[in-house]
């Protein structure tokens, strides 16, 4: 692996989301290395993005934030509704979490390797984990949050850097 994987997040993780199928933990694990890099093409469509999903989201998990790797948190877009952070430096602190995505032969190397290290500890089973691994490749490699997932926990989050959630708390 290109970088020691901390399990205590991912146990964590099982632990307030029981329910988080694989494609989850693969979620966590590529947001963890990379925060937010894959999901900001343009600020401005960045931010119609954030106004829509708070104005459609009607449930929030309870926890404000989640840490989810050394480097980043899950920043619950509850704390914007309850006008507790305002929406303009939650979606800086957004933009500015960002790390370089590798290449991504490298990074799906490094995930099958990860994820094979997982495989007895979270239960999952060896033909999902094969199959979900056969589906990454150059040009899919980002995914969303499964069904159950969704519609269990009711995910509305950015990715914030430690650096930057420390800026925001301040303000």
């Known amino acids: ?3 020691l994987l901390n399990k205590n997040f991912l146990r964590f993780e099982k632990k307030i989301h029981p329910a988080a199928q694989i494609v989850d933990f693969y979620k ?3 947001q963890g290395r990379f925060g937010a890099a ?3 093409f343009d600020p401005q469509q960045t931010k119609k993005f954030l106004e829509q999903e708070l104005e ?3 449930t929030f998990e309870d926890h404000y934030f989640q840490q989810i790797s050394e480097d980043f948190f899950r920043v619950n877009l509850r704390l914007i509704k309850e006008k507790i952070i305002a929406s303009d430096n939650l979606l800086q602190a957004f933009m500015n979490s960002t790390k370089p995505i590798p290449k991504i032969d490298a990074w ?3 995930w099958k390797e990860i994820s094979q290290s997982l495989l007895i500890e979270f239960g999952w089973i060896k033909k999902d984990l094969l199959d979900f ?3 990454l490749s150059e040009d899919n490699y980002i995914f969303h949050h499964s069904q159950i997932y969704h519609a269990t926990y009711h ?3 950015r990715l914030i850097s ?3 959630l420390i800026k925001i708390l301040k303000i």
């Open 1 to 3: 692996m290109s970088r």
């Open 28 to 30: 966590m694990i590529f």
């Open 38 to 40: 894959h999901f900001i």
């Open 56 to 58: 459609n989201a009607e």
């Open 108 to 110: 799906i190397t490094d």
């Open 133 to 135: 691994n056969e589906t």
């Open 155 to 157: 995910p509305h989050y």
């Open 162 to 164: 430690e650096k930057e």
